[in-house]
């Protein structure tokens, strides 16, 4: 089994760097019924959908045939920041944006750890210095396909996702990590801390640690979060991880015990910090 490359045609960032992707690659076009463009090498199969990335499930009859999923897409915020990002898709609250309220996705941490790393080098080289390369946390689907996936964005305005030199960088970094075997890294997944995660993206670009699901404090919510941290705990590729890492001041005495509870029940080490 391949992996599967996917973006939404209607996606600047995604649509844009797919296009470097398939030179890189040197793929072929091929057909499948449904998906609106399609392009496969010996590598990875690259396909285009008319949805929204965040609605893939949809097409989980196609996507449930690939051992991995990398998702090229934009990033939109508010804040205009911008940056080239990596996360895993799930919604950690009630409320879904795409997907499945309460549904985090499978994580592949090790995978997300290579993309940060090769995000950060290429980007570097092709001097987008204006740009933070960032991990963030766990938001929005597609929450039920059955193979692991990995978000890579552009942030966080059109301007960026014109970028020919960001979409070009999140392309070299797709096609690097898919010409080796993920390295070995220290897989955890991690409760507690800001949309953008500088401190665990440091320690992803400046060591051996990969995050896998990463529920940020403000989807913490005390009567869901024992459902949210056994699926942060279970719900990655290829095993559960061993470690939670705990930012303290995100949790209150009860939301602690109840991670605390579920953690020993699983066997996993907590760390706080």
Known sequence: ?????????????????????????????????????????????VA????????????????????????????RAESGRKTLSVHHPGNPTREAHGGEPLKLAIAYPALAWELLRAYARISSELGLEGY???????????TSLRAP??????????????????????????????????????????????????????ASLEGDMCFGHIIARHSIRSEDIEVVVRQAIIRNHPTPVATLVVERKSLNREQRDIIGRVAGELGVVVNYI
């Open 48 to 75: 285009g959908f008319n949805v929204d990335v965040v609605d893939l499930d949809l097409y989980s009859w196609f996507l449930d045939g690939f051992n991995s999923i990398i998702v090229l897409s934009r990033h």
């Open 149 to 202: 996936v990995v978000f890579i964005e552009i942030g966080s305005t059109e301007v960026e996702w014109r970028d020919e030199k960001a979409r070009a960088a999140m392309a070299h970094a797709v096609a690097e990590s898919l010409s080796r075997k993920p390295g070995d890294c220290k897989a955890v997944s991690a409760i507690g801390g800001p949309h953008y995660p500088s401190r665990y993206t440091k």
């Open 132 to 142: 933070e390369v960032t991990l963030e946390a766990t938001h929005h689907g597609p």
């Open 1 to 45: 089994m391949r992996p599967l490359i996917a973006y939404s045609t209607g996606d600047l960032a995604g649509l844009g760097a797919s296009r470097y992707l398939v030179d890189l690659l040197r793929a072929r076009r091929c057909s499948v019924g449904g998906v609106a463009e399609c392009f496969e090498s010996d590598l990875a199969v």
